[in-house]
């Protein structure tokens, strides 16, 4: 299992009590990790673990093994599509410093910038939301897993939001992605994170608040046929794997 969660799971948290204890080696699994300096599972999964792996923005790193990795091809970009988050409460608002701050903006802006500026896009629900039981104000709605094969591969990602695992994937299934993401969040991120979104702004890959109508205008390029660049994937790559 991936999550601390399975310190709950009696099957896993036996071997926390075995004498002598055993080495324990630890992983990254997921969005968040490497990204806020203020992640209490992080650290608490520093702690347990005698050696710990990220992947690309920690001190260790591995590759990450939970994606396919693709060779990355030229894009011609066919629809748009909004990347939803996971639900958020209390709870999970205290494991990261600024996620309530983050959530809430994110929420409000990308919505209200794409609806007024008449942008066709679907948004795609978190995995962990329960589709029957809550009501999503989108006019276009899916998932993941309902997006055929080709759908998934000639899709533009609109990642607002930092925490979303959907990120890498992106980069290592070769997936055409953009960032669109407040400047006052960067007091919440890691040195490492910020050098990572310094690199995508430089590519054309994040945009800022403050630059909403070059975010529009990116869009709008892809929308009328303008390539994403394979060349792009394979340099974010190299950014993560030379940690």
Known sequence: SGSMQIVFDTTYNKILFQNPAPEIIGYSHGGFYGEFLGNRHEALENIV???????????????????MINKPNNKKIKSIFLVGSQPINPLINSYFSGLDIISSEADYF???????????????????????????????QSSFNELTKVELDTGLYIIDRPGQTVLYRCIYEALPF????????????????????????????????????????????YNDGKIFNKYLFTEIRNFLERG
């Open 49 to 67: 673990a005698d050696k710990y792996f990220g992947w690309g923005l920690s001190e260790q790193n591995i590759v990450q093994n939970r994606f």
């Open 178 to 221: 953009v960032l669109i993401y407040n400047d006052n969040w960067k007091s919440f991120f890691t040195p490492k994170f910020l050098q990572l979104l310094e690199l995508l702004e430089s590519k054309g890959l994040l945009f800022w608040y403050s630059q909403k109508y070059d975010f529009l205008k990116n869009i709008t390029c």
């Open 110 to 140: 990308t919505k209200r910038i794409l609806n007024d500026n008449n942008v066709n896009f679907t948004y795609l629900i978190h995995p962990s939301t329960d589709k029957e039981n809550i009501q999503l104000d989108f006019d276009n």
